[in-house]
């Protein structure tokens, strides 16, 4: 027996992949590996709907790859750029929409390659039943032999082939049987002769590629994972998925017989670490001062001191313009005291720490409790005002973590106050409920008042629907911007966007869904500047 090239002509891979030392093309990250190689170790180790976890996040390519071909992911990075190079290129990509097996379409399609009838069973669009691959045969003699079907395809075309072959041989007192026809027609037969010419073989060659496609249809086959059939109406972006952070964790370090170097047992060094800490974050906020949501709305500090408190560490004076009999403004100016509150290097600030710290500055006769932290617990930011004493909670950049390497980079934004979201509970049909955003409520220190920035400064908004006071997971995602995002959309796809699918999306109002079972939903709204915000709602 002889075995051709072509009779089978897949190879099965070895462990020299030699075919992936192709070009990176737009390379974005120093150790950026290639797609293709990840492609292949996740689609030899993993199905869809699996979950793959790669620790070192790097530019993403893992998440990328993972997100393409339907596998779920978690990924990590201890480098702010990396986790923001990866972010920008999983959220702006374009992915390939594969059909389900547990699908409508993929049911149609895997009869049509099957040649078989399309299966009846339910369908629930669950990813883990895999795709529709495309298939390469295994034709043997004992596949074609035992195809009933060729039996089937060859009386049907024979009613029309046999008829064409009689005209044939009347027309030129021929007998030629089937396979004594010549391919190409003779110069000299008539128009009328060449046509019933070309109508058989016409006829012939179909045959024979339904009796082709039938034999790889039923012969054994190989299901080809990297060549799942694609829908090219549809354009697939990466979905919603909720982004966790935890702080970093102090490395100790070992001596030469491998035991720890506990720096925490020396003498004084927690204080000594702590008071690096709060001595550099002062440094910093004289230097950058606190941003509001508004650029021009901005506290610069005339003078920041140590303050000998519990929680309160240091005060600080800024000047505003003095208001005259509450009208208008006048040519002076008041100085006002700031209390300051910081948080933990690692660690979140809770709302009874600002509690505790807006006490604190109120027996203190301060105007104002400003705390800096790098996280904020839910709860926190429900709590804004105790009693005559505002609190202003500013987020932390976490680049003031790389401590004496933040002199390289720029002071913008360091510590930045993003106020409360102004949000409405509205019932709607059916018991359900719907989520409007009215805007975020910005402290003003100028004038001492709380004035809304409006939908116009949302860049985008989430909701958890059922918030179990952990994690939030997003739900519901809607995307206000500015200018014109529905223009931007368009263009970053390049493909149509179903207008009315968008307005559900591109809204400051919600779509209604079912009251949580846990009794609470959490809402975050993210401005232009990135600055986010979450607040918790009963709701009965």
Same mark, same amino acid.
């Given at each position: 027996m002889r075995l051709f090239l072509d009779d089978f002509p897949c190879v099965t891979y070895s462990n020299i992949w030699t075919d992936t030392q192709a070009s990176f093309g737009n390379k974005v990250y120093v150790v950026q590996t290639n797609e293709k190689v990840v492609q292949r170790c996740l689609l030899m180790a993993s199905d869809p709907g699996d979950l793959v976890l790669d620790p070192t996040c790097g530019s993403g390519t893992t998440a990328y790859v993972a997100e393409q071909w339907g596998r779920r992911w978690i990924t990590l990075d201890t480098s702010r750029v990396a986790l923001a190079l990866a972010r920008a290129r999983i959220m702006g990509a374009r992915y390939p929409y594969y059909l389900l097996a547990d699908s409508p379409e993929g049911q149609r399609k895997e009869a049509e390659v099957t040649r078989s009838i399309p299966s009846s069973q339910r369908t629930s669009g669950n990813i883990r039943h895999g795709f529709v691959y495309e298939r390469v045969p295994h034709i043997t003699l004992k596949a074609v032999a035992n195809n009933a079907e060729i039996d089937v395809i060859w009386d049907k075309f024979q009613q029309k082939l046999e008829p064409l072959r009689e005209q044939l041989n009347q027309a030129l007192d021929k007998h030629w049987q089937e396979w004594e026809i010549p391919r190409d027609a003779d110069a000299n037969w008539s128009d009328a002769v060449k046509k019933l010419h070309a109508d058989w073989w016409q006829q012939r060659i179909a045959r024979q590629q339904e009796i082709d496609a039938s034999i790889a249809a039923k012969a054994d086959s190989e299901f080809l994972y990297d060549k799942p059939y694609e829908d090219k109406k549809k354009v697939r972006v990466a979905g919603p998925f909720t982004v966790e952070s935890l702080s970093p964790h102090r490395v100790l370090t070992v001596d030469e017989n491998d035991d720890l170097i506990d720096g925490v047992s020396e003498s004084n060094a927690e204080y000594r670490e702590e008071r690096d800490f709060v001595q550099m974050i002062l440094e910093n906020l004289k230097t950058a001062g606190v941003q509001q949501a508004h650029k021009t709305d901005k506290i610069d500090f005339t003078s920041l001191s140590p303050w000998p408190g519990e929680l309160i560490c240091a005060e600080g004076r800024y000047m505003t313009p003095s208001p005259l009999g509450g009208e208008g403004w006048g040519?002076?100016?008041?100085?006002?005291?700031?209390?300051?509150?910081?948080?933990?290097?690692?660690?979140? $600030?809770?709302? @009874?720490?600002?509690v505790a710290a807006a006490r604190e500055a109120g027996d203190a006769g301060f105007d104002v409790l400003i705390a800096c932290a790098f996280n904020y617990d839910a709860h926190s930011s429900e709590f804004d005002k105790l009693g005559r004493i505002p609190v202003l909670k500013a987020r932390m950049n976490a680049d003031l973590h790389m401590a004496d390497d933040l002199k390289n980079t720029g002071k913008g934004n360091?510590?930045?106050?993003?106020?409360?979201p102004d949000i409405d509970i509205l019932d709607a049909a059916d018991g359900k409920i719907q989520v409007k955003v009215n805007g975020?409520? $910005?402290?003003? @220190?100028?004038?001492?008042e709380v004035r809304s920035d409006g939908a116009e400064g949302i860049a985008c908004w989430f909701i958890d629907t059922d918030y179990n006071e952990e994690s939030f997971f997003v739900r519901h995602a809607y995307f206000l911007g500015a200018n014109d995002p529905y223009k931007a959309l368009k263009t970053t796809l390049?493909?149509?966007?179903n207008e009315e699918a968008w307005a559900t999306l591109n809204s400051d109002t919600s779509r209604p869904f079912d009251k949580p079972k846990s009794g609470r939903i959490a809402v975050k709204v993210i401005n232009h500047l990135g600055d986010e915000v979450m607040k918790v709602f009963r709701v009965g």
């Open positions: 040519e002076g100016e008041i100085e006002k005291r700031a209390a300051i509150f910081i948080g933990p290097e690692f660690g979140t $600030v809770s709302r @009874p720490d600002l360091l510590f930045v106050i993003f106020g409360e975020v409520d $910005v402290f003003h @220190p100028n004038t001492g390049k493909a149509e966007i």
